[in-house]
């Protein structure tokens, strides 16, 4: 999995035709663009969890656990002057 940080109005390519857009944001929501072709089956997560109603498929999903947000390793170091 690949985790990074990006400003508003970078994107990511995904091959050659499914581009995401980050849009900005504020507090804890992200506004995205999602531009792909129509074959892609594009679900957000929340319809795919309401619509699973076996505990077992339920597991199966990925499991994605929140991380603190710069973790010590990458802060930059301040020097003090």
Do not use: C, W
């Not at 319809?47 to 339920?58: D, H, N, P, S």
């Amino acid at each position: 999995m690949l985790r990074m940080s990006v400003a508003a109005e970078e994107y990511l390519m995904l091959g050659d035709d499914i581009k995401i857009v980050f849009l900005g944001g504020t507090g804890k929501h992200m506004r995205i663009m999602v531009d792909a072709p129509k074959e892609v089956n594009i679900v957000r997560s929340r319809v795919l969890e309401k619509e699973i109603t076996g505990q077992e498929e339920r597991d199966r999903l990925p499991k994605y656990y929140r991380e603190e947000e710069h973790p010590e390793k990458y802060k930059k170091k301040t020097v003090k002057r």
